[in-house]
């Protein structure tokens, strides 16, 4: 097939890879425009412009897909259709409808469940038990187009960096499964009364709240992990927690519990495993406490 990638994150490279391996005509690569990085803030290509770069492979960056000469350079390209993986910015009409099939989507969700920004994050801190990927044919609303192959996997004790890899992966297959079967799948329509919108993710949202249920705090400390982390106060630093597990406990919230610095919660209790202090790598509890002792007795916050 003759197509067109449109990509900017790590997210989407495998895709892109993917596509390329099974043979089809990639005419161009469509990725947000270089930004400026590191401490000598120089323009840094996104890792989509650079494995198209690596594949020998043109790259186009126009800053708006609505403005008229970067739409006619798309239309140029005659594609038969387009592959979107988190390409960072809202398609308009002329684009969705361009290529002779249309524009695919994937999409970090079993959808209709999460539309949005964030759907691997917030799948784990609603407490899903299954996650996956869908392929969907785009039309103009938010993630609200027809479905035409799911895959699914469990969310119990993964983080959102966790899932990210392996959805990424997932969606790989399922595009060029996808694709090789067009002429087969019947598309399956969205029942919109069962969406829900998965809300970017605020650094605001990111402070643990002691008197929420420990199970709650689990699942937002893997949803948050690694960025923007899930993150207290205690002796004055800042500390990302990464991984944690919820135990046994009781005490009053934010309470350290005993030296393997369980705290007390709403109800129940968390115990970390990997942890993070401000300008410092990650590291296990065991390192962590021999470095920075919390007493028993102690009071997040």
């Known amino acids: ?33 270089p930004a400026r990085a590191g401490r000598g803030k120089q323009l840094r290509p996104s890792p989509v412009h650079a494995r198209a770069e690596e594949l020998g492979l043109q790259v186009r960056t126009p800053a708006s897909m609505r403005d008229e000469a970067a739409q006619a350079d798309f239309l ?15 398609l308009p ?3 969705i409808n361009g290529p002779r099939l249309g524009c695919f989507n994937v ?9 949005g920004a964030a759907p691997i994050q917030r799948a784990i801190e609603a407490g899903d038990a299954m996650t996956g990927i869908t392929i969907m044919q785009m039309e103009t609303g938010l993630d609200t187009g027809p479905m035409l192959l799911k895959g699914e996997t469990p969310t119990a004790g993964k983080t959102a960096s966790d899932l990210h890899d392996e959805l990424m992966q997932m969606g790989a297959e399922l595009m060029v499964l996808a694709l090789g079967k067009l002429e087969t799948i019947t598309p399956e329509r969205q029942d919109g009364t069962l969406a ?3 809300a970017k ?12 249920p420990a199970a709650e705090i689990e699942r937002k400390v893997r949803a948050f992990s690694p960025f923007p982390g899930a993150w207290f106060e205690v002796g004055g630093d800042r500390v990302k927690l990464l991984r944690a597990e919820a135990v046994p406990g009781e005490g009053a919230a934010g309470t350290v519990l005993d030296d393997r610095f369980t705290i007390a919660c709403g109800s129940g209790a968390i115990r970390p495993v990997e942890l993070q202090r401000a300008g410092k790598p990650a590291m296990a509890l065991d390192d962590y406490l021999r470095g920075n002792p919390v007493p028993v007795g102690e009071v997040l916050s």
């Not at 140029?76 to 993986?85: G, K, N, R, S, Y």
């Not at 993710?201 to 929420?212: F, M, T």
């Open 76 to 90: 140029a390209l005659e594609a038969d259709a387009a592959v979107v993986v988190a390409y960072g910015q809202i």
């Open 201 to 212: 993710i605020d650094k605001a949202e990111a402070k643990i709240d002691w008197y929420r």
């Open 93 to 95: 009409l002329a684009i």
């Open 196 to 198: 829900t919108y998965a």
């Open 1 to 33: 097939m003759r197509l067109i990638f449109m990509g900017t994150p790590d997210f989407a490279v495998p895709t892109l890879n993917a596509l390329h391996a099974a043979g089809h005509d990639i005419c161009a690569v469509y990725s947000q425009p």
């Open 107 to 115: 999409h970090g969700s079993l959808l209709p469940r999460w539309r």
